[in-house]
């Protein structure tokens, strides 16, 4: 339905399409009825953006900034808002040189905080070598390279806009003595995680006085004389036209349409755990392709990581991340088989969790357990410590596995037994890098971290694939134009977001999507609004 966000009240407001209209009307909530228009068409903005997360608020915002006049199409009811981001943890990958920027980001910092964190520093290099490095060398260079060199300005216009962050020390530091020391190029969150930032740039929508519609699913794009002219949408169940100069899709993958999941992805993808919204089905990336616009990306690929096995089948917002069990390179993972299938230690965590969802899915029953001893039970974040989680615990190596359910116990004993056997002893643990601590002998090693399990108590947690979203979707150019089969910009029609394929492959450095979405969100908006000033 639409928001409960009012027009500006003036005398009379000129409009293009239906002249001039009296301040009374636009002081109500929009519907085709005050608008004293037919039921099928609402109203005419500069800019329509269709979505309701991360990225289409950022593009919303920037295309505000610009001058245009906006409206936001958001499928989900106001309480579910957000899409994936109100799932998210609300952490960024951006480029940092040290202390001077998370200051500036976060400048309430204390004179403690200051002393006891190593925040480290993030180099454009580094990110491009991670992003080719995780991608297998196919993320497009030109997205790439507008992703990393613009990630630093747009975490200072986030906050600019009222987004407030803190240090991400839960999720990316380790403490190491009395010091926390950040790893991995991600630094800060927003306040709130996911939830958080969403509500941040709602209140800056609503300071921007930008529309928003709430159970708004848009269906359709009309597109004639080479240009689109609006959206065709359900709201609140009844059939709706809003017209438009630009439209802006922002409105996530296919991750929760498992008839497409199965299709692209493969078999055995609809028995995944989808990890945040329902409303993620795929329908702007089908209303672009109807129009012409080029399918492209990693449709076969998908951010997938280790997820609560008895976690319900769409994200749920009173949980939210903490379904999510991070701290598996500190542990070996056993299949129902009771062997393990990957190296748990290959990389730092942010450049596995979320390919090793995919490895899960590949196990018998779609499973897998994480098994620690006491040893590093303490470096367990979080979301290990939260009411719902399947978890096992044991004072013998015989009672625990007993407990895991669905494994086969004896070949698990085996397997421990031989991973002790080979865990090099000469090498220290260091939990905060790559330490070198890895196996001997083993035909599937550990390469780091390879602690031995063997001090009581032990403890298991049951974890099942949780897919976040998906890879493939609208070919963009660095304006955030999407092109059509000959790589020509459809004019008028912007992408951002999931939705906007070719700079996520096979894997991602973790934090990096709604970085993405903030950066090709933000291009998007002002272009959009550039665009309806022609």
Same mark, same amino acid.
């Given at each position: 339905?639409?928001?409960?966000?009012? &027009?500006?009240?003036?005398?009379?407001?000129? +409009?293009?399409?239906?002249?001039?209209?009296?301040?009374?009307?636009?002081?109500?909530?929009?519907?085709? /009825?005050?608008?004293?228009?037919?039921r099928?068409?609402?109203?005419?903005?500069?800019?329509?953006? %269709?979505?309701?997360?991360?990225?289409?608020?950022?593009?919303?915002?920037?295309?505000?900034?610009?001058?245009?006049?906006?409206?936001?199409?958001?499928?989900?009811?106001?309480?579910?808002r957000?899409?994936?981001?109100? /799932?998210?943890?609300?952490?960024?990958?951006? %480029?940092?040189?040290g202390?001077?920027?998370?200051?500036?980001?976060?400048?309430?910092?204390?004179?403690?905080?200051?002393?006891?964190?190593? &925040?480290?520093?993030?180099?454009?290099?580094?990110? &491009?070598?991670?992003?080719?490095?995780?991608?297998r060398?196919?993320?497009?260079?030109?997205?790439?390279?507008?992703?990393?060199?613009?990630?630093?300005?747009?975490?200072?216009?986030?906050?600019?806009?009222?987004?407030?962050?803190?240090?991400?020390?839960?999720?990316?530091?380790?403490?190491?003595?009395?010091?926390?020391? &950040?790893?991995?190029?991600?630094?800060?969150?927003? %306040?709130?995680?996911?939830?958080?930032?969403?509500?941040?740039?709602?209140?800056?929508?609503?300071?921007?006085?930008?529309?928003?519609?709430?159970?708004?699913?848009?269906?359709?794009?009309?597109?004639?004389?080479?240009?689109?002219?609006?959206?065709?949408?359900?709201?609140?169940?009844?059939?709706?036209?809003?017209?438009?100069?630009?439209?802006?899709l922002?409105?996530?993958? #296919?991750?929760?349409?498992?008839?497409?999941r199965? $299709?692209?992805?493969?078999?055995?993808?609809?028995?995944?755990?989808?990890?945040?919204?329902?409303?993620?089905?795929?329908?702007? @990336?089908?209303?672009?392709?109807?129009i012409?616009?080029?399918?492209?990306?990693?449709?076969?690929?998908? +951010?997938?990581?280790?997820?609560?096995?008895?976690?319900?089948?769409?994200?749920?917002?009173?949980?939210?991340?903490?379904?999510?069990?991070?701290?598996?390179?500190?542990?070996?993972?056993?299949?129902?088989?009771?062997? $393990?299938?990957?190296?748990?230690?290959?990389?730092?965590?942010?450049?596995?969790?979320?390919?090793?969802?995919r490895?899960?899915?590949?196990?018998?029953?779609?499973?897998?357990?994480?098994v /620690?001893?006491?040893?590093?039970?303490?470096?367990?974040?979080?979301?290990?410590? @939260?009411?719902?989680?399947?978890?096992?615990?044991?004072?013998?190596?015989?009672?625990?596995?007993?407990?895991?359910?669905?494994?086969?116990?004896?070949?698990?004993?085996?397997? @421990? $037994?031989?991973?002790?056997?080979?865990?090099?002893?000469? %090498?220290? #643990?260091?939990?905060?890098g790559?330490?070198?601590?890895?196996?001997?002998?083993?035909?599937?090693?550990?390469?780091?971290?390879?602690?031995? @399990?063997?001090?009581?108590?032990?403890?298991?947690?049951?974890?099942?694939?949780?897919?976040? #979203?998906? #890879?493939g979707?609208?070919?963009?150019?660095?304006?955030?134009?999407?092109?059509?089969? $000959?790589?020509?910009?459809?004019?008028?029609?912007?992408?951002?977001?999931?939705?906007?394929?070719?700079?996520?492959?096979?894997?991602?450095?973790?934090?990096?999507?709604?970085?993405?979405?903030?950066?090709?969100?933000?291009?998007?908006?002002?272009?959009?609004?550039?665009?309806?000033?022609?």
């Open positions: 339905m639409p928001s409960s966000e009012k &027009f500006s009240a003036q005398a009379c407001v000129p +409009h293009p399409t239906y002249g001039m209209m009296d301040a009374n009307v636009l002081d109500r909530p929009l519907t085709a /009825f005050s608008l004293g228009l037919e099928s068409t609402l109203e005419y903005y500069d800019v329509v953006v %269709v979505g309701g997360g991360n990225a289409a608020l950022c593009a919303a915002l920037s295309a505000a900034e610009h001058g245009a006049r906006v409206a936001v199409l958001e499928r989900a009811p106001e309480e579910d957000g899409g994936n981001s109100a /799932f998210a943890a609300g952490t960024l990958r951006a %480029v940092y040189s202390l001077d920027d998370v200051r500036r980001l976060v400048p309430d910092l204390s004179d403690d905080e200051i002393a006891t964190t190593d &925040f480290g520093s993030y180099s454009e290099g580094a990110y &491009f070598d991670d992003m080719a490095r995780v991608t060398y196919r993320t497009h260079p030109d997205l790439c390279e507008v992703l990393v060199t613009r990630s630093r300005e747009t975490l200072h216009w986030m906050r600019e806009q009222g987004v407030r962050f803190v240090p991400a020390y839960s999720y990316y530091s380790v403490k190491v003595g009395d010091q926390r020391r &950040f790893a991995g190029g991600v630094v800060i969150e927003a %306040v709130g995680g996911g939830i958080g930032l969403v509500d941040f740039l709602y209140a800056a929508a609503r300071r921007r006085k930008i529309d928003i519609y709430y159970e708004a699913q848009a269906t359709s794009l009309l597109y004639a004389d080479r240009a689109v002219q609006s959206v065709r949408a359900m709201i609140d169940g009844s059939p709706a036209e809003i017209r438009a100069r630009a439209v802006v922002a409105c996530g993958g #296919f991750e929760s349409n498992v008839e497409w199965t $299709r692209y992805l493969g078999p055995g993808w609809d028995l995944a755990k989808v990890r945040g919204t329902r409303y993620n089905t795929g329908d702007g @990336i089908r209303m672009a392709m109807e012409g616009a080029q399918p492209y990306g990693n449709w076969a690929g998908c +951010h997938a990581t280790e997820w609560d096995l008895n976690a319900p089948d769409f994200g749920e917002r009173a949980v939210r991340d903490p379904y999510q069990k991070h701290c598996y390179h500190y542990s070996i993972m056993l299949n129902n088989d009771g062997r $393990r299938f990957v190296d748990e230690g290959a990389d730092m965590r942010s450049y596995t969790y979320a390919k090793y969802g490895e899960i899915l590949r196990q018998p029953g779609q499973a897998a357990w994480q /620690f001893d006491s040893k590093v039970l303490h470096l367990l974040r979080p979301e290990y410590h @939260i009411k719902r989680v399947t978890k096992a615990r044991a004072d013998t190596i015989e009672a625990l596995v007993s407990k895991m359910d669905g494994v086969n116990a004896a070949q698990a004993l085996a397997t @421990i $037994r031989e991973y002790n056997a080979a865990v090099r002893r000469d %090498v220290p #643990f260091g939990p905060s790559l330490d070198g601590k890895g196996t001997q002998g083993l035909a599937l090693p550990k390469s780091n971290w390879a602690n031995t @399990i063997e001090e009581p108590p032990f403890e298991a947690y049951g974890v099942t694939c949780g897919i976040t #979203f998906t #890879f979707g609208i070919k963009i150019d660095s304006e955030a134009q999407a092109l059509d089969m $000959r790589d020509r910009p459809l004019p008028g029609l912007y992408v951002a977001g999931e939705m906007a394929a070719g700079v996520f492959y096979f894997n991602y450095p973790g934090s990096s999507g709604l970085m993405a979405g903030a950066v090709f969100g933000r291009i998007a908006g002002r272009n959009a609004a550039i665009y309806t000033k022609h």
